[in-house]
């Protein structure tokens, strides 16, 4: 019986029509995955030229790229570190310093020993108290306005990966990654309080000056014990581990390879909020601020290469098909959602050079704004052995964050890349308004 179902080239045609389709779906998707350290090099893209050592992780489609080597090959990624960091560099320091200094504390006790001198006070002593609780006051203020909206984020990913690939025939691998993603930011929400306090201790003292004591005898608005500003850690880390599967069809005056990679995620939350009186960033994965939960999800890809652009290729990619949401231990909620990325490259003979889109929409994590990135990359290989990388990547949904310490606009990146015989080593550097991070991998072909 023919089954149409059972036919390669119906698998792979239903297979970018299922890609295809998901490009108009409006959703709001997760934040990016990991990625090694050539495409950080390279503007973070690499889901459309071939990449045997971090396939699994871009587009498992990639497997089943025809190489220019046209052989089999077997690839090994030894892990793949990135970190990268945006931040106020005071921010820690000036919370410490607020707590250190009992800021707060001082304020409240300046308060209460104004007020507690209201009955048998000299006007002197009085005049004195009213003083000390404005010099207080505006200790905070001074203090606590330093960090307000001040942002951090720390980002970290760890990958390693086994491959085949190359040839005639269908490409597969094993990979395990971790993403993790932090976003802190601190408040002033006492505000109101603390210069409500300076300013009726001020209007008693000129009312004094000018020879009306009634405000040295009124009491002064006493504050909370513990401050209401506060600073929040918002996080997630993604442990995966999966399979991922590429094959190649030929279609007519075309190369299409398509891919899937199923994977298993361990999905951690962070969520830790404190007044900046208690506040501790070390204090934010203690139990009751995280939530664990294992999932299962999958990444879908397809490229092509056309005969009469035999040098370009066209891809496009599903990240985390399979939907969640996840509730924090604050009550928020962290959404998983489908990214889909489009990108093309050109391959010449010593040189890259690719683009890439998000047709999807990040949201971003915690205190982050919303992220969709338009890259764009290139690789220039004066010898065998020496590979030089650059590229750029700007989010077209800049402006949305809470902390705009964190709101990063352009992206710049370089790197380099050593490939003696089979081994390779990959660096890459990259930089932003207010961020720095770097990559490094090992990798070896067999």
Not at 42 to 70: K, Q, V, Y
Not at 91 to 106: G, K, P, S
Request: aromatic letters at 8%.
């Amino acid at each position: 019986m023919n089954n149409a179902a059972s036919n390669p080239k119906f698998f792979a045609i239903n297979a970018l029509a299922v890609c295809l389709a998901a490009t108009a779906i409006n959703v709001s998707a997760a934040p990016r995955g990991f990625s090694d350290a050539r495409s950080a090099a390279m503007g973070r893209t690499g889901i459309a030229i071939e990449n045997p050592l971090a396939a699994p992780f871009l587009n498992p489609a990639l497997l089943a790229m025809p190489s220019a080597r046209d052989k089999r090959r077997t690839a090994l990624l030894l892990p793949s570190l990135r970190a990268s960091a945006a931040m106020d560099e005071d921010l820690v320091d000036n919370i410490d310093d607020f707590q250190d200094n009992d800021r707060w504390d001082e304020f409240v006790n300046a308060v209460d020993a104004f007020n507690g001198s209201n009955s048998g006070a000299t006007e002197a002593e009085a005049r004195d108290a009213l003083a000390n609780a404005i010099e207080k006051a505006r200790a905070v203020d001074a203090s606590l306005g330093e960090i307000d909206r001040e942002a951090l984020q720390v980002r970290l990913g760890l990958g390693t990966a086994l491959s085949r690939t190359g040839g005639d025939k269908p490409g597969y691998a094993v990979f395990a990654g971790t993403n993790v993603e932090l976003n802190g930011i601190s408040r002033y929400n006492d505000s109101g309080t603390v210069n409500a306090v300076i300013d009726a201790a001020q209007a008693a003292l000129d009312a004094a000056d000018a020879n009306d004591t009634s405000g040295l005898d009124a009491d002064l608005e006493r504050p909370t014990d513990d401050p209401r500003s506060n600073a929040s850690i918002l996080g997630i880390a993604i442990a995966e581990v999966g399979i991922a599967y590429g094959h190649n069809f030929r279609l007519n005056t075309m190369n299409l390879q398509v891919g899937a990679a199923p994977k298993l995620q361990h999905v951690r939350t962070f969520d830790y909020t404190a007044n900046a009186n208690s506040f501790d960033e070390n204090d934010f994965d203690a139990g009751e601020s995280e939530e664990q939960k294992t999932v299962f999800n999958m990444d879908l890809g397809a490229s092509a290469q056309l005969d009469s652009l035999e040098a370009m290729s066209f891809a496009l990619v599903i990240k985390n098909v399979v939907p969640y949401d996840f509730e924090t231990a604050g009550g928020n909620t962290m959404e998983l959602n489908p990214l889909v990325q489009a990108g093309l490259g050109y391959t010449g003979e010593n040189y890259v050079v690719t683009a890439e889109l998000d047709l999807t929409r990040s949201e971003g994590v915690g205190f982050e704004g919303d992220r969709q990135l338009l890259a764009i990359g290139g690789e220039y290989s004066p010898l065998d052995w020496l590979h030089l990388r650059g590229g750029f990547s700007k989010n077209l949904r800049h402006g949305g964050a809470e902390g705009g310490d964190i709101d990063q606009d352009t992206l710049l990146s370089a790197g380099l890349g050593f490939s003696p015989g089979g081994t390779r080593i990959d660096l890459a550097a990259f930089v932003g308004e207010s961020s720095t991070g770097a990559a490094f991998q090992l990798g070896y072909l067999f």
